[in-house]
């Protein structure tokens, strides 16, 4: 599917940072960026390299996807008619029913949905994946497969996520245990007191368990309010305690949207160097975009579910997560918009501890290109990714996947 | 750009509310849809007709834009870097210097959008003029031009529109005057208390206007919470006075979205037949809509500005504003989606009182034919349109107009 890692030169791009728009080449070796700049122009290529013209394109580094579920999305398949409750004790049951059933492969979704993220531009990817007492550790074995499959392209850390509960669910923190042993790169938590009913007992297995194998830690924080607001404390305690600065990210963090006073709360995250993650969605608080920013938290985008039994929204392009993102805390100016592409590009890497990421000598070479006028333009016009090319080698051209 | 007026068959397409997923036919003359169903599958075509082959793909009536601003729209030119103030007044006075200095035209960046909206499967819409003192009517006979080079397949309703003001702006009034009588639709009005400072006073302008052309009304009201309430109790008093039932629309109305008990008021609004107009921002408090619905009340849907120096936002995709509706309202089962579709489609030919819309025989023979598996679907993935018809003709293929 992909091309050998021969070395390449990119020519004739424009970075999105320098507003003279004077072309500019990359070139690349190793899955890594010699080097970038104007100079480079007039080099010759190496030998046996590959010479890409980029006849113009807008360069941007490969997107990252800070929060899905590639186990649980039916991309590819026929469409499922949702007829689901209203709650989240409505979806986690359905979604429980309809996968004892339905034949649902996790390893077969999760590689389809990682080529539409690759196709569209995607490098880097934190998926949730769901371990539960029904499951045990099928789905994950089914993204583990993904992830080796796509090893020398996709960038994919995996979180070991208890979506039926933890403490409500006995046997599951042993399942946790063996996905952590498995391979999982992160170990997941859902909502300690809304859905375990115990806060501080689910928050300190959670952390002990962490401890245990030096994982860092991704919990999704639907708590609304002052219960969110509470637990988020709880959260913070821990993590203070513990040592764990800098390995936290809280997903969704709803809370953080509906305080009337977060600024004490926003502090001691930005101080304990506790990440967000926000998937922006519009019928719900989300937190303060900018006010995180300028605290110096890292806050970063996500689809979460995609085409899922929870949802029938989510595409695998980052530019229109991006675009959402925008929408969603009416950022108009083109500066506030490269805000948003900081969301899906590099806060994502930082939140998730990604490495080498970015445009510089060193970093991977994970690059796309798109025919856009500016970073902004490429946000909300979403255009077709002309060139994607992921640690070093060229996945997709026009949309589609590479032979 | 347009095929003749020759006669149309089309075969072999689905209708969204028949699950059988039978395959139907379609046949059009004179601009009408004379007749649909699956009986139609074996008839031989009318002499001369134009036979199309709908490939299985589902088939869905032209879409509705039900208020966007063709006169403002930057679509097709280089990218505007947007430095903006963030308020109300900010963007009107940019938008006002902007258009003095940059020799934009409303007649070709109009016509512009058009394209793309009928490329897109947009057959209906209502377009808001800026009337202002400035630019007297210069921006109306841009989109009127538009208006009739597109009268065969376009079906436009303009809106003349007091963007920078009506009392606020002496002079407003007579130029409001002279749109209607060269040939504006609608009247427009904005926020009587927090543009013009004078709920009753411009209130009172505005319907006096409408009545003496006899013309419908069609009014911003971003008027936040309780001043909203206000306005909106203050124009209701006119539609019950005026005898203006079924003839106001109220464009946005956030306030119906931040009031503790908007009961009463709703109720009033189903009683009078005014209809409501909704972007779906994120950002902002948006109308109830499913008990608007439940109350009777016609809530439909549109862009307003694309791509202009108020947004970069936008698209002339109503399949993309279906999506952003049903996300912004948390819409996950296929029968929620129906009602965002509804918005972009009959509730907007309702709303905006465009006559004989729909699919059955004798509608206006406005046609979308899309690959998609069901309604939801379209609205999730907004695949390419295969054939858009309008009027009976033949307008676009796989999302390109035809020459």
Request: with cysteine.
């Amino acid at each position: 599917m992909i091309s050998a890692a021969r070395p390449l030169l990119i020519t004739n791009v424009r970075l999105s940072d320098d507003p003279s728009g004077q072309p500019v080449s990359v070139s690349v070796a190793g899955g890594r960026i010699e080097a970038i700049g104007p100079k480079l122009a007039n080099l010759a290529p190496p030998p046996a390299a590959i010479v890409e013209d980029g006849g113009g394109a807008l360069l941007l580094p490969g997107f990252v996807e800070g929060h899905t579920h590639l186990d649980k999305t039916l991309w590819g398949q026929d469409w499922y008619v949702n007829e689901v409750g209203p709650n989240l004790t409505d979806r986690i049951a359905n979604e429980r029913a309809f996968r004892k059933t339905s034949g649902h492969d996790a390893g077969v979704q999760s590689l389809a949905l990682s080529h539409a993220f690759l196709a569209a531009g995607t490098t880097r990817l934190r998926t949730h994946v769901d371990i539960d007492t029904d499951a045990g550790l099928r789905y994950l074995e089914g993204v583990l497969a993904t992830r080796d499959a796509l090893a020398e392209v996709l960038d994919m850390q995996i979180v070991a996520f208890p979506q039926s509960g933890l403490l409500i669910r006995p046997g599951t923190g042993k399942l946790l245990d063996d996905a952590l042993a498995a391979g999982a790169d992160v170990l997941g938590a859902l909502d300690p007191a809304l859905i375990d009913g115990d806060p501080v007992g689910s928050l300190d297995a959670t952390f002990a368990l962490a401890e245990r194998y030096g994982k860092p830690i991704d919990i999704h924080l639907h708590e609304p309010g002052e219960i969110g607001a509470f637990t988020f404390k709880l959260l913070l305690d821990r993590v203070e305690a513990l040592g764990m600065q800098g390995r936290v990210v809280v997903s969704h963090a709803f809370c953080l949207g509906a305080l009337p006073e977060p600024t004490a709360l926003l502090e001691r995250i930005a101080r304990l160097r506790v990440a967000l993650l926000t998937s922006a969605p519009p019928s719900r608080p989300v937190p303060p975009l900018k006010r995180c920013r300028e605290l110096g938290i890292t806050i970063f985008g996500g689809n979460d579910g995609i085409r899922d039994t929870w949802t029938p929204y989510g595409a695998p392009d980052m530019l229109e997560r991006a675009m959402l993102i925008g929408m969603r805390y009416d950022l108009r100016r083109d500066d506030d918009l490269a805000a948003a592409f900081d969301c899906v590009s590099a806060a994502g890497a930082q939140g998730c501890g990604f490495a080498d990421y970015g445009l510089h000598a060193g970093a991977r070479a994970d690059l796309v290109l798109v025919d856009a006028d500016t970073l902004a333009h490429a946000v909300v016009a979403r255009p077709v990714r002309k060139l994607v090319v992921a640690n070093g080698r060229i996945v997709a051209r026009d949309g589609v996947l590479a032979e």
